[in-house]
């Protein structure tokens, strides 16, 4: 059904201009980046410690590997800075299905290693700034707008639309574009499909960057769409809630289900503006404007508000609720750094810590003072350098 996106009066502000005053007055003294291993008490979490895997031949080869990617607080004098903004050489439409045409660019290096951002949501689509966490000297940088989002057609569109197309388009792209193989970038749902993609495919992956860790279990999307997360944000929260009748808070899942795919645009755009602003609302560890005038954009909040709502309301199209955790085996020879946010409401920090101890070859590190957003500077250079590093391994076995 085509849709006129050009009225705006269904979207009201939500109540989150009150978060304007959440300004923490020693904000500019958080800092530091700390890396710890699951062998560790609670009170040894500051300090790094060398973890010793025993009677496990799996990864090994990783583990080694491994073992000279570790980033100390001063990344070893690495680059931590995001590159400059630059734009993409050539771009294109693939058509993946008889419905669902996907928007990809490539920049940087056309000869260089190749590297796919797998963006978030899912829904949210990429950005320019997605191609900054990559020396463009060195990587072949592949972007693109994963079904119904960003410029891929159509937009907001759920058919046809499941992980596991995701995960064939992945394939068609590096296809088209002559890939052997790549690194797999991606954060929050982007880490999801990226460990996905890995375990279907990991032959063709060569490493794995993975920030703010989702798992799409039951109690991962209960703590945010349910009860959890509400407790920190209490004032972002009730707007969400209050949209939703008392009578049906006892799953906000399915009642937002209900308005998202409502027959009335008008509904529809109502409830995308509340979902969309919640997100938007507890992505920072300190809640940021432009995260939340972002929300403002109807096409954007249509598109992610109705992708993602499908898609946890399939359960992530997975056979059981902890698939990737149970498939873990299939990639733990894969190099592959962890990046999370102590503070990640988003996605908490349980869900990074249950991976790393799944998959302990895997470099894992904690930002203590960052929350969710790849875009909060203490995440953004850990995540710069953890390519870095891939990108010196390379240079140092051509």
């Not at 996907?102 to 949501?121: D, Q, T």
């Not at 908490?348 to 875009?375: I, T």
Request: proline share 4%; net charge neutral.
């Amino acid at each position: 059904m085509a849709v006129s996106l050009s009225g705006s009066r269904a979207f009201s502000w939500c109540g989150f201009h009150r978060l304007k005053n959440f300004l923490w007055s020693n904000q500019r003294r958080c800092g530091g980046i700390v890396e710890f291993r699951h062998n560790q008490g609670l009170r040894g979490m500051e300090t790094v410690s060398s973890l010793k895997v025993q009677g496990q031949d799996a990864g090994r080869e990783a583990a080694g590997l491994m073992s000279n990617l570790k980033i100390s607080s001063s990344r070893n004098g690495l680059r931590t800075e995001l590159y400059p903004s630059l734009e993409p050489h050539r771009s294109g439409l693939l058509k993946v299905s008889d419905l669902h045409t996907l928007y990809w660019e490539e920049s940087g290096n056309a000869k260089g290693e190749p590297v796919v951002f797998l963006h978030g949501g899912p829904g949210a689509g990429t950005s320019g700034s997605n191609r900054r966490f990559f020396d463009p000297d060195w990587y072949r940088i592949i972007l693109f707008d994963q079904r119904g989002a960003g410029k891929s057609t159509p937009h907001a569109c759920v058919e046809e639309n499941t992980t596991w197309d995701l995960v064939s388009d992945i394939e068609k792209i590096r296809e088209q574009l002559l890939i052997e193989k790549w690194k797999v970038f991606g954060g929050s749902w982007g880490s999801t499909l990226a460990l996905t993609y890995a375990q279907a495919h990991p032959d063709r992956v060569t490493g794995l960057v993975l920030r703010g860790v989702f798992l799409l279990r039951k109690k991962e999307l209960d703590w945010f769409y349910q009860s959890g997360g509400s407790a920190i944000f209490p004032d972002a929260w009730e707007p969400y809630r209050d949209h939703i009748p008392e009578e049906e808070r006892d799953d906000f899942l399915t009642a937002y289900h209900k308005r998202l795919f409502s027959d009335d645009v008008e509904v529809q755009l109502a409830a995308a503006k509340c979902w969309t602003n919640w997100e938007m609302a507890t992505s920072y560890l300190v809640p940021n404007e432009d995260s939340l005038k972002r929300a403002e954009n109807e096409k954007f909040s249509l598109a992610f508000a109705r992708v993602e709502n499908h898609y946890f309301s399939n359960k992530g199209f997975f056979p059981e609720d902890s698939y990737i955790l149970n498939n873990v085996q299939k990639i733990r020879h894969i190099p592959a750094f962890i990046v999370q946010g102590r503070y990640d409401l988003v996605c908490p920090m349980m869900s990074a810590w249950d991976l790393h101890k799944a998959w302990p070859e895997a470099s894992f590190k904690v930002v203590p003072a960052a929350g969710h957003s790849a875009n909060e500077q203490l995440i953004s250079a850990e995540l710069v350098a953890a390519m870095e590093h891939f990108k010196f391994l390379s240079q140092k076995s051509s």
